[in-house]
């Protein structure tokens, strides 16, 4: 009878639905906030399964590679466009907190950069 009460938390657990799993990090995301302010714009990143990122910011393109391994980030090497922006849109500030963004989770729909004083959210994006 012991045998089976160990055996049966195991069986539980892999019989958790799929819906209840975390939500993998790589896909497309459009920018809700940064440190809960909105950047003008509409600001886009994409993270691939090999660690690339890629996206908009308010006014120039960006891409680069996670230099870490997921949940954790280290984006602090982004290559950008020099495009001459008509308004600064926040995008000084939207690239620093790209920079220092430590670590990223999924919750639902969103995905949730964070680091030392710097919070970034964004809605995943379904195509």
């Known amino acids: ?14 019989c958790t639905p799929d819906s209840e799993a975390a939500a993998p990090i790589p896909g497309d995301y459009e920018l809700i906030a940064v440190e809960g302010v909105e950047v003008l ?5 994409r993270i691939a399964e090999d660690g690339a ?19 954790a980030l280290d984006l602090s ?5 020099r495009r001459a922006c008509l308004q600064e849109g926040g995008e000084h500030a939207f690239f620093q907190a790209l920079g220092a963004a430590r670590e990223a989770k999924r919750e639902g729909e969103e995905l949730i950069m964070t680091g030392p004083d710097v919070t970034i959210r964004w809605r995943a994006v379904t195509q």
């Open 53 to 71: 990122v890629f996206g908009q910011g308010p006014c120039n393109m960006f891409t680069g590679q996670n230099r870490a391994t997921l949940p």
């Open 77 to 81: 090497a982004l290559a950008t466009t």
């Open 41 to 45: 714009g509409q600001p886009t990143l």
């Open 1 to 14: 009878m012991r045998k089976y009460l160990l055996i049966l938390p195991l069986v539980l657990a892999a």
